[in-house]
C-alpha cells in the first residue's frame, strides 16, 4: 500500500456487483485512499436512485475504514481533482472492456494530466458480471445471489417488489 496515494474507483453501480466489490477491496490494499465516486447518471436511465446506489455502497464497504463512497456529476477528472487522488481505477474484464477503457484512460490523461488510470481485472470467479446483466436477471425473476452481495440482493428483490 502506498503511505499517500488517494484513488478514485468511478462507476454508476446500478446495483454494485461482487466484481465492484472485489476490485474495490483489492484497490484499498493497494493504495491509502479509495473514494468510490457513483455517478448520478443522468445519460442512464438507472433501477435505483443516486441515493439509493450511495446507501447500498456505503453499507456494502461500511467494515473499511479506506474506502469512502461519494456521488458526482460532471466529469469523473474534476472529481478526481477536488479529492486530491493521483490515480483512478477502472475495472477490465473483457478485450472489449479494455478498448474502450484505454480510450477513457487516453481523454482523462489529456484532461487530468497528475492523474494516471490503473486497470485490474476481477477474479475470475467475477470476470462476467456486470450490472446490466444482475439486472435484467432479476428483473426476470432469475437467482442473482451469485452475483451480489446478500445486502444488494436484499435492496434487489425489495426494488423489484415495490408497486
Known sequence: MSPSVTAVFP???DP???????????SAILFARVVVAVAAAHHK????????RLATVREVFADNPAISVEPFTGLVRDFAVVQGA???????????DFDYEAQL?????????????????PD???????STLVREIATLKGDVRA???????????????AP
Not at 436511465?45 to 439509493?52: A, G, H, N, V
Not at 493521483?86 to 472489449?96: E, F, L
Not at 475470475?124 to 456486470?130: A, K, V
Open 124 to 130: 475470475s470467479r467475477y470476470q462476467f458480471i456486470s
Open 16 to 26: 454494485i456487483t461482487l466484481g465492484h466489490q472485489d476490485l474495490i477491496r483489492r
Open 86 to 96: 493521483q490515480v483512478m481505477v477502472r475495472g477490465v474484464r473483457s478485450v472489449t
Open 45 to 52: 436511465k438507472t433501477m435505483f436512485s443516486l441515493d439509493e
Open 11 to 13: 462507476g454508476t453501480f
Open 147 to 161: 452475483f451480489v452481495s446478500p445486502q444488494v440482493l436484499v435492496r434487489l428483490h425489495a426494488k423489484l417488489q
Open 105 to 121: 484512460a487516453g481523454m482523462n490523461r489529456s484532461l487530468a494530466p497528475d492523474v494516471d488510470t490503473v486497470f485490474l481485472t
